[in-house]
């Protein structure tokens, strides 16, 4: 595998694969993940020619491509380095009838990188590992006498009859997956993902926060759900990996994303990207466009676009924002999350996004207050958000708003207008918040069977019923101890 840790230095401008840079004398480009990996070959590679099929194996791992892509590909590219070499060259030559040449003096350059101190990761595929037998004990196995045949057949008999019986109960008792199911690729579920989240990124909530964001809008476009149960995680086929590291120069913080598919054991994204709020939206952009082509996804880059557009044009505002969600996710302190929430509407008050989290966090905080105060808080917050949130679910409708103005209905007693602006929203944007004001709206008009259908698909991204927990008082009291119990103990089942 090349070295990842060097840049490429073609006449007044550095190529640093594993930031996806391309440092011009007057500039600095980042590209995308496909273009990383092209420009790497052909610089790994100058004064070759190389056939589309050449390209097709080596840039593109050998992924069925039309002619029209690679075509795409060399253009971009070339246009690129036309337009911010010294030179005016595209370096790209080509050879007609044969393929593609990169016509171009290249050096190569070790960066000096500085490992993190505190940086720990999960090892990337989790295995048993199987305990070998000490040397001093075999040997003295060997050396022991050894027992009359008679006696050994009728033990060997005796061993062989009890590890049938204790296989045959295992079999019956254990449906999960064994050790044996890990050797064939079947096993594999596609729609699962685990993700590792290193220390360092936890510890800085703006970052903790922009990664819950980053996987949320990953599922927009695909079918893949994070798991945590240990039983799920094995049968995950994809593996999400995200630390801290310094950059290059060791003067900057970066974010390091790794995408692993388990079934190839192929590491197929490996990129740092800025941790700068002020390029944030490019940043978030590159990630998510960079993730998704390495899962062989497909997404247009205005969509993408059209989705983070809701986050505000301010970045300290977009900063705030994150910190408050990191904090809410780590469940370290819901009070310093709604201070950061309640900032980034003094920094972007008309942004509908920042108003829906806000008037979410304080009439969630308010559930947590006590009883005799709960109606009076939420009528002041009702009276104060109600005519930006019903604006902006007319003017600039999102997931959040429509989940705020949803809150805002079952507040008011409205359970069936709750449920029609949650139904508006586009499918692939539920979040567990969606299902569960869904499952609030449902057991308020008295559909009961719903109501628990929806209210465990909002827990299907955590294993867990702490979202139940903090459901179950919300607008009015829902008994749900059975379903609690039944995810706590899932071998037992409520009636």
């Keep these: 595998m090349p070295d990842k840790n060097i840049s490429f230095i073609v006449d007044e401008w550095r190529f640093v694969p594993n930031e996806g840079q391309i440092q011009f004398s007057d500039s600095i480009v980042t590209i995308d993940n496909r273009l990383t990996k092209l420009l790497e070959f052909l610089c790994q590679n100058p004064g070759l020619t190389h056939t589309r099929d050449e390209l097709i194996d080596h840039v593109w791992g050998g992924t069925v491509l039309t002619d029209q892509a690679v075509t795409q590909a060399m253009f971009e590219l070339r246009k690129l380095l036309k337009q911010h070499s010294l030179k005016g060259s595209s370096y790209i030559v ?236 780590t469940g370290s302190d819901f009070e310093g999350a709604l201070e950061h929430f309640r900032h980034a509407k003094t920094l972007a008050p008309n942004n509908a996004y920042t108003i829906a989290v806000n008037y979410i966090g304080e009439v969630l905080n308010a559930f947590t207050k006590d009883e005799s105060k709960q109606g009076q808080i939420i009528q002041s917050l009702n009276q104060e958000f109600s005519s930006s949130l019903e604006k902006s679910l007319d003017e600039k409708r999102s997931a959040k708003v429509c989940e705020a103005n949803a809150i805002l209905a079952l507040a008011n007693g409205d359970a069936e207008i709750a449920s029609k602006v949650l139904l508006s929203i586009p499918y692939n944007q539920y979040t567990p918040l969606t299902y569960l004001l869904m499952a609030k709206a449902e057991e308020a008009q008295g559909h009961i069977d719903a109501a628990k259908e929806l209210y465990l698909q909002g827990t299907q991204n955590t294993s867990s019923p702490t979202a139940l927990e903090l459901a179950s008082p919300l607008f009015f009291d829902s008994n749900l101890d059975s379903l609690i119990n039944e995810l706590k103990n899932p071998t037992k089942k409520s009636y």
């Design 94 to 329: 080509t050879v007609t009838k044969r393929g593609y040449r990169f016509d171009g003096e290249v050096s190569f350059e070790k960066l000096d990188i500085q490992k993190p101190d505190n940086t720990t990761i999960p090892p990337p595929n989790e295995s048993v590992l199987k305990q070998e037998q000490p040397i001093d004990k075999i040997e003295q196995e060997r050396s022991s006498p050894k027992q009359p045949r008679i006696a050994l057949t009728i033990l060997s008999i005796l061993v062989i009859i009890l590890t049938g019986l204790l296989l045959f109960q295992y079999q019956t008792d254990q449906p999960s997956i064994t050790k044996d199911d890990n050797k064939h690729l079947s096993h594999y579920e596609f729609r699962y993902a685990v993700l590792n989240v290193s220390e360092d990124v936890k510890a800085r909530p703006e970052l903790y926060g922009m990664v819950i964001k980053l996987v949320e809008h990953i599922g927009f476009y695909s079918n893949v759900r994070i798991v945590k149960s240990e039983r799920h995680k094995q049968l995950a086929a994809l593996e999400f990996n995200i630390l801290t590291t310094p950059s290059r120069d060791g003067k900057k913080l970066r974010l390091l994303v790794q995408y692993r598919n388990r079934v190839s054991d192929q590491l197929h994204l490996n990129r740092r990207y800025s941790t700068n709020f002020s390029r944030f939206n490019e940043t978030f952009t590159s990630i998510i466009d960079d993730l998704l082509r390495a899962m062989y996804i497909g997404v247009s880059e205005e969509e993408i676009q059209r989705d983070i557009g809701v986050f505000p044009e301010n970045n300290e505002a977009t900063k705030s924002l994150m910190a408050g969600t990191g904090m809410t996710y």
